[in-house]
């Protein structure tokens, strides 16, 4: 005969005292603060004391959690059922989908990585598309080319390998689980995705950018008056491309000329203060009357789940897509970041505030002892580099 009754049960929730109430046989009504109770099954397994959860008080009432619990130990002792074991198998069996696998290899890896939101970033505008609803042992091999041949198309050899490692990496996991029995993507190389990368040297100097710059504002139907902003910022502010295309109106004091770029936004993973020249702030306002209302700098234009700001893609496809034409010599946006370094060496920018100029992580002794800020001295610095560009943006 058990210990607890239903008049016990009811006088222990009232009280809503937290504990654990034996029933007898391993069976435990457990009490949390506020007075939610569950019950429990505790058994022994492999010389190992396990508690598992039948069920809540409600859903089972006390003669219903003890059949339950009858059940249970006998197929314990009859068939050395393991019943936590059992139910962490269960919640594998609901990886059902590649978005299934690539959350738990998320959740798995997000302990490890510094910033998590850069495989997720990967993984939903290139992999998901085209494998995120398919059953993971379903893929194969020219789905994997698939995807690879999709990036590489529209000319983004470093993002095709990042795809590569990534889906190597989600399949890895998937046979971990023994989801899969081999990885659809191991026999692919970066030869087949983007080839062998290079470190890139880019710079557009001075002459160049004033003809680049004429030839995308002649083209307002192609490249559109944000994406000609965007480009002059990130010329003029050295800022990192979704530092800026995912900043907030909140972030900025145009009155004073400073914007306070966030810790979770900044690669360094520290707030930083970045002043804003004259030029600078004179192209936020006109930015913040087309974003009507908005709360980004740089709204999405399309009806999009994936982000509500300016996609990732968005400034590079359309430099694509004018280089293409032959208009101009192919570049990135980073080339532009790497442009405003050579910029603030040429106004005489001595190398650790240019390197601050850039929100670069200062390593070594310097980087552990010298906390200040060279607000002052960045400031400076900008001005002259937005003074030269902005003869050229106009």
């Not at 980073?334 to 050579?342: E, G, I, K, P, Q």
Request: hydrophobic share 40%.
């Amino acid at each position: 005969m058990g210990q607890l009754s239903d008049k016990s049960i009811r006088a222990i929730i009232k009280s809503s005292e937290s504990g654990r109430y034996a029933d007898g046989d391993g069976l435990y009504l457990c009490v949390r603060p506020g007075g939610k109770a569950y019950w429990a099954l505790r058994y022994t397994m492999n010389r190992k004391r396990k508690l598992f959860t039948i069920g809540v008080y409600g859903h089972f009432s006390l003669s219903q959690a003890r059949v339950e619990a009858g059940l249970l130990r006998a197929k314990i002792a009859k068939d050395g059922f393991d019943p936590v074991a059992e139910r962490h198998r269960d919640q594998l069996r609901t990886i059902r989908t590649t978005d299934d696998l690539f959350e738990d290899w998320h959740k798995e890896q997000s302990r490890h990585l510094k910033h998590p939101k850069i495989p997720r970033r990967k993984y939903e505008r290139d992999v998901q598309p085209l494998l995120g609803s398919l059953r993971p042992e379903a893929i194969t091999p020219r789905d994997v080319r698939a995807v690879i041949h999709r990036i590489t198309t529209s000319k983004r050899p470093t993002v095709a390998n990042d795809a590569l490692a990534l889906m190597k990496q989600l399949f890895n996991h998937g046979m971990k689980l023994d989801l899969l029995n081999s990885n659809p993507a191991i026999a692919f190389t970066v030869k087949d995705a983007g080839g062998v990368e290079r470190s890139r040297d880019r710079i557009l100097e001075l002459e160049e950018l004033n003809s680049t710059f004429q030839i995308l504002h002649e083209r307002p139907d192609q490249f559109t008056r944000e994406n000609y902003l965007a480009c002059a910022l990130l010329l003029t502010l050295g800022v990192r491309k979704m530092e800026l295309l995912a900043a907030r109106w909140t972030e900025f004091d145009l009155e004073q000329g400073l914007w306070f770029l966030p810790a979770e936004r900044s690669k360094t993973e520290e707030t930083i203060t970045i002043p804003l020249a004259a030029p600078i702030i004179s192209w936020l306002v006109e930015l913040e009357v087309r974003s009507c209302g908005s709360a980004f700098v740089f709204p999405r234009r399309r009806t999009s789940k994936r982000y509500p700001h300016m996609s990732p893609d968005t400034l590079n496809a359309a430099l694509n897509k004018l280089a293409a034409q032959k208009l101009f010599k192919h570049f990135t946006v980073h080339d532009l970041r790497r442009s405003f370094r050579s910029l603030l060496a040429s106004v005489g920018t001595a190398p650790h505030i240019a390197e601050r100029c850039l929100n670069h992580k200062i390593n070594g002794v310097e980087g552990v002892y010298d906390r200040h800020d060279y607000l002052q001295e960045r400031s400076d610095a900008m001005e002259k580099v937005a003074a030269l560009i902005a003869h050229i943006v106009g």
